[in-house]
């Protein structure tokens, strides 16, 4: 039986909120809009996509052999006919809406998965997957730590000198904001509406980027995890999401042995180690999810990279695993390429 897919991008904020009739902000409606489409990489003959009702029109790349929704005109019948619904990722709000579609209790999450997700979802639980990946894999770097009051924030500012601050709950790099030498008005209070609204930060030193890449891996209903490949992606000075690299597996893999990085056989000790740690961290979880990591500059220049093996841990499809899907279908990655440029400067 075929599946639903919805690119649903505004999932990290709408999990932050978790209110099942929050408002989705103007940039995560306009990458709705542009990136409806984004499924057919990945779908199979048969499946349905469904799209907003002011989404663009299919990508060159969209095959034949799928069925479209368009916002709420939905076909008569298919619910019956759709066996699973595969988001970019889960939240309240889809929720919410497909149960206005009339979806079925079987093909959507219940309250208690999603407090689960959401838990998963911090970067609280990311900075444990820091942890354990820091004890498995020696030489590596980067350390992080969760700060419930301004207090904590300050000593951390005091002790590292320039720091990233981070809501627990973001993506693309919104959310995320430098502090250096001390925390201004605006800082203090940034950070305490931060603090009221999700409990606490995520506080770590400012690390120096080499080259910022990431790791794919797939769950399955059993718990197993499995390695799904390397990607490369950019982001600016801020730390906001830039743009992913769409290439060939071989392109990536040189470019990151260019940087400094694991070779091949390196890089899969650490996907492998990897594959573990999420594995124990996410017990429960079932689909796509990824660790954004870094080569990080060293203090003496003549050293080699070192790397940083959590930035942060994505628990939904992610712009990678699009990547990777591309890869495999050069007039997808050329549309992609370009199409990015005009959709992130709307996100940012």
Not at 301 to 307: E, H, Q, R, V
């Amino acid at each position: 039986m075929p599946t639903l897919h919805v690119f649903n991008p505004w999932h990290d904020e709408a999990l932050a909120s978790f209110d099942a009739y929050y408002y989705p902000t103007v940039p995560a409606r306009q990458l709705a809009r542009a990136w409806g489409a984004l499924p057919a990489l990945w779908a199979e003959v048969g499946d349905v996509v469904w799209l907003t009702d002011e989404a663009a029109p299919l990508p060159p790349f969209a095959p034949d052999g799928l069925r479209w929704v368009r916002g709420k005109r939905w076909p008569r019948g298919l619910w019956q006919e759709v066996e699973r619904v595969e988001p970019w990722g889960w939240d309240p709000l889809l929720r919410q809406r497909l149960l206005k579609l009339g979806a079925p209790a079987a093909c959507l999450p219940s309250d208690g998965h999603l407090q689960a997700l959401r838990q998963w979802s911090s970067r609280a639980t990311g900075v444990l997957v820091l942890q354990a990946l820091r004890r498995v894999y020696p030489g590596s770097v980067g350390e992080a730590r969760v700060c419930t009051t301004l207090q904590q924030v300050l000593a951390q500012v005091q002790e590292h000198g320039r720091v990233m601050v981070k809501s627990l709950w973001s993506c693309s790099g919104r959310g995320v904001f430098a502090v250096q030498g001390q925390l201004t008005p605006g800082d203090a209070g940034r950070i305490g509406r931060l603090l009221r609204e999700h409990g606490g930060v995520e506080v770590e030193p400012y690390y120096d980027p080499v080259l910022n890449f990431a790791l794919e891996f797939c769950a399955d209903a059993a718990g197993h995890v499995f390695y799904e490949g390397l990607s490369l992606f950019g982001t600016n000075a801020q730390g906001a999401y830039m743009g992913n690299r769409f290439a060939p597996p071989a392109v990536m893999m040189q470019q990151l042995a260019d940087a400094g990085g694991p070779d091949a056989a390196a890089l899969e000790a650490l996907a492998a180690r990897c594959c573990q740690v999420l594995a124990a961290t996410y017990a429960g979880y079932r689909g796509p999810l990824g660790i954004d990591m870094m080569l990080v500059r060293p203090a003496a220049p003549s050293s080699a990279p070192l790397l940083h093996p959590c930035i942060e841990v994505n628990l939904r499809r992610t712009m990678g695993h699009v990547a990777l899907h591309a890869a495999r279908c050069p007039q997808a990655a050329e549309w992609l390429t370009e199409a990015q440029r005009e959709v992130l400067t709307q996100w940012h």
